[in-house]
């Protein structure tokens, strides 16, 4: 539960220090829900894996 709270902050990373930037997410995230209105979810089981779903509109709203 822990992870999955702060799975879309910038630089948070489950791996060692060094192996990784924790970038990833946070930047997927940011262009799929904030740059293109779209949503980005998952689906985690501990210990089996993750499933993510990203949904983008096929037309943007214009404000």
Do not use: C, M
Request: aromatic share 8%.
């Amino acid at each position: 539960e822990d992870v999955q709270k702060r799975l879309f902050d910038p630089f948070f990373t489950t791996k060692p220090i060094g192996k990784g930037t924790g970038l990833g997410l946070a930047i997927s995230h940011s262009i799929i829900v904030e740059k293109h209105g779209g949503k980005l979810s998952y689906n985690s089981v501990l210990g089996e894996g993750s499933e993510f779903a990203i949904e983008i509109p096929l037309k943007q709203k214009i404000n």
